[in-house]
């Protein structure tokens, strides 16, 4: 690069240059955030896909002992569901995925079912 030796000019390239960097930083910066929406956008539409599968838990298997429905710290809303895990000794693990409403009301309505006929059992064999 040839350098002018008139301080005019190398002022006015000095400019140019400071516009081109500040227009190539405000165009990075428009472009990450593009791609920072798309990505939730994405992330949204795949909750979505999830949310709507149907889901079947048997919780006599995994030793269910509660469901609940919390939002998670990314606002999105999610089921827990306690259990007691064999592998570990019986010790308390905690399973949470996405559902809808609908699948979680309807989970909630088949482990109620199911912890009454644990409490029945329970108290028929005791």
């Not at 999105?76 to 064999?86: D, K, R, S």
Request: aromatic residues 8%.
């Amino acid at each position: 690069m040839n350098l002018p030796k008139d301080r005019a000019k190398l002022h006015n390239m000095i400019a140019e240059l400071t516009r081109d960097k500040d227009e190539l930083e405000k165009r990075l910066r428009l472009k990450i955030e593009n791609l920072q929406n798309d990505l939730q956008l994405a992330r949204k539409e795949q909750l979505d896909k999830v949310a709507e599968c149907a889901f079947e838990i048997n919780f006599a298997a995994i030793k269910a002992f509660s469901i609940e429905r919390h939002v998670r710290n990314d606002g999105v809303e999610a089921t827990n569901i306690g259990y007691l895990n064999e592998n570990k000794g019986d010790r308390i693990g905690e399973w949470t995925f996405t559902c809808s409403r609908a699948t979680h009301d309807r989970l909630a309505r088949e482990f109620l079912k199911y912890k009454e006929e644990v409490e029945k059992f329970t108290w028929k064999h005791v």
